[in-house]
């Protein structure tokens, strides 16, 4: 949700994240369990207003390819062909 309101995002590559995000293009990414670098991220996101404005708006995009409606698309389109090759 933040990424869809153009939120610049801070995460660890654990999980899904780690699929959805990479640093420094739409989001700033730390590794997992290092709050040294989560704390770096997050006073490099407040110092650099250019940063914030840029990485907001590449997380918007990144999430309007998960839009409900085009997942949900996605998801009846592979039904649909997973019923067909089995009929």
Do not use: C, H, K
């Not at 700033?28 to 650099?48: Q, Y």
């Not at 309007?64 to 998801?75: A, G, K, L, P």
Request: proline share 3%; charged share 20%; aromatic share 4%.
């Amino acid at each position: 949700e933040a990424m869809a309101a153009a939120l610049p995002v801070i995460a660890t590559n654990a999980g899904a994240a780690a699929d959805l995000l990479t640093d420094g293009r739409n989001a700033l990414v730390a590794p997992a369990a290092d709050a040294d670098a989560l704390a770096a991220a997050a006073t490099r996101l407040m110092s650099d207003p250019t940063l914030r404005r840029r990485l907001g708006a590449a997380a918007q995009t990144t999430a309007q390819r998960y839009e409900w409606t085009r997942v949900n698309q996605t998801f009846a389109a592979e039904i649909l062909q997973a019923v067909g090759e089995v009929a």
